[in-house]
């Protein structure tokens, strides 16, 4: 198993342009996760699904989008990219109701600039 | 409003010493806590948990203490090797919590040297 991957590793935007970080899972687990990390801070939770269609918000969902069509896919889509945004983003997933540990992606380094 | 924090941004330990990472919550409707391990340029990766219902639990080198009086947890690793050397994070989860989620504290670089 791949497990939870993330591409690109790294990114640089431009203010007001437009990404998507792809996030997969190969281990059939129906929770999904994008958190972000800012230096010296702890992973804030961004968006959240339990199960394909299903999505909602976490801490600090303000400037992003989600959508999940299938189990293995959470795109996290940044609209009008802003120098907040600034981050590492990871992805993580869990098999679901009373797990505990999340399994996270290697991240994505984003820099909007 | 940080409801689980790690006070402590380094530690920096002595190979074959003990290293203690101390965590502190506030919210009593957790009902588990977790201790990440984040190396550079990776994912966070899960290393022990305890219930709410427990004070102690051990998974070789590494022990978790849970004081609910005090709403504290701290990790033990002994010994501590230089392999050790990462980021810990402690996590908590919400009784009846949909979806799962996760609370973070900040993180505690530990460099165990050698």
Redesign the interface.
Known sequence: NAG?TQTPKFRILKIGQSMTLQCAQDMNHN?M?W?RQDP??????IY?S?GAGIT?K?EVPNGYNVSRSTTEDFPLRLELAAPSQTSVY?C?S?T??G?????????TRLTVT | DQQ?K?NS?SLSVQEGRISILNCDYTNSMFD?F?W?KKYP??????LI?ISSIKDKNEDGRFTVFLNKSAKHLSLHIVPSQPGDSAVY?CAA?MIYN?????I????TELSVKP
Do not use: C, I
Request: charged content about 15%.
């Open positions: 939870v929770y996760y958190y010296g801070m702890g992973l804030k939770l959240y339990v909602d976490g990871f993580a869990n679901g109701t797990a505990r540990e999340q399994y996270f992606g290697p991240g | 689980v790690q941004p588990y977790l990440y340029a990776e994912g966070p990766t899960f948990s994070f989860r949909q979806g799962g989620k996760l973070f504290g900040q993180g």
